[in-house]
């Protein structure tokens, strides 16, 4: 498929809730009907297909954390920066560099206290955020537009630049205050990340050690969030979500839902991974998973078969694949 059929293909389908699912839907079409490459083939030669096929698709990297290093005072999403002195992963110009025509830049923070106070904070950061994103992207018109549909991530493409989503991992800054699901809607947010390692006043979380099945999956306050995210056009994204957390969304949404940053447990026997079955799910339901390309969610598939995991919580599936739980220092882990 060549990129301008591509474009026309999610042209036709136009702006819905679940946007982005025709983009991976064309892609993954594209990769069931490539030839596949002779068995013989070299790491060269299969890179090169690669890089020629990745030249071809319109890409979309659904989690992407740059805000957080675009708050460090001076920041220029414009400018190319050195990963090797300033752990900077995600500029424009690398961006464009790497073939990569969109992205969803992440509104996130760990989950904190679960108070009045701690829910004030976490709105007042997120607003914070989605200024350094609006900062950034519009400070850059001639490489990137801020985008709110699909059809902007096609405007872009055209244009050969960059579409800069919005999606807000934790749903601890709504509080217990659904009008906010709104506010974030008008500041741009296109997904919500139901919670991250920890339970909030949304939803269980799958890491969470201390209270697991605290709400035995989406709260009361959680089932309106999803609805009201339904009706706004918000995703529903069920990466770092319990199992029950999981199963209550895929009841309750009215849209797809979607796993914007989750891996295999099959694969890599963590928590914060989906079984089959949930990736057999979100498919049935029109959904996506993209993976997360962090060790310890994917390091079974790198290491030699022979040798031991290289972390406890990471093993190889097992009968009891859904009982495995992390230890709980995992607050930076994505
Ligand atoms: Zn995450």
């Not at 997904?191 to 979380?205: G, P, Q, S």
């Not at 498919?283 to 031991?308: K, L, Q, W």
Request: proline fraction near 7%; glycine fraction near 6%.
């Amino acid at each position: 498929m060549k990129r301008r059929d591509f474009l026309s293909l999610t042209g036709k389908v136009g702006a819905t809730a679940a946007l982005g699912f025709t983009s991976w839907r064309a892609l993954a079409q594209t990769a069931a009907t490539a030839t596949p490459p002779a068995a013989s083939a070299t790491s060269a030669e299969l890179l090169a297909r690669a890089a020629a096929w990745h030249a071809q698709c319109l890409t979309l990297d659904t989690h992407v954390d740059a805000p957080l290093v675009m708050l460090r005072p001076g920041f220029d999403l414009g400018r190319r920066y050195d990963p090797a002195a300033d752990l900077s992963q995600v500029d424009l110009p690398r961006m464009r560099e790497g073939g990569a025509d969109a992205a969803f830049f992440a509104v996130y923070m760990a989950q904190g206290a679960r108070t009045s106070a701690g829910h004030a904070e976490s709105k007042a950061k997120a607003h914070q955020l989605f200024d350094v994103i609006h900062k950034g992207v519009s400070s850059h018109p001639e490489a990137a537009i801020l985008a709110t549909e699909p059809d902007d991530l096609l405007r872009a493409a055209q244009k050969e630049n960059r579409a800069i989503f919005i999606g807000m991992e934790n749903a601890w800054p709504l509080g217990t205050d659904l009008s906010l699901v709104e506010t974030y809607y008008q500041r741009g947010a296109r997904y919500i990340t139901l919670c991250h390692m920890l339970n909030n006043e949304v939803c269980d979380a799958s890491t969470d050690t201390e209270k697991p099945n605290e709400h035995g999956g989406l709260s009361p306050f959680g089932e309106q969030v999803v609805r009201e995210m339904n009706r706004l056009g918000i995703m529903v994204d069920v990466s770092h979500t319990s199992d029950a957390t999981f199963d209550d969304c895929l009841r309750l949404s009215r849209a797809p839902i979607i796993a914007s940053h989750s891996s295999c447990r099959t694969l890599c026997n963590h928590p914060r991974n989906l079984t089959d079955d949930q990736l057999r799910a979100l498919r049935d339901c029109g959904g996506v998973a993209h993976m997360t390309m962090f060790n310890a969610y994917v390091a079974p598939v790198i290491e030699a078969p022979s040798a031991p995991p290289p972390w406890p919580n990471c093993a190889p599936a097992s009968a009891d694949a859904n009982s495995a739980r992390p230890n709980k220092s995992n607050a930076a882990r994505p």
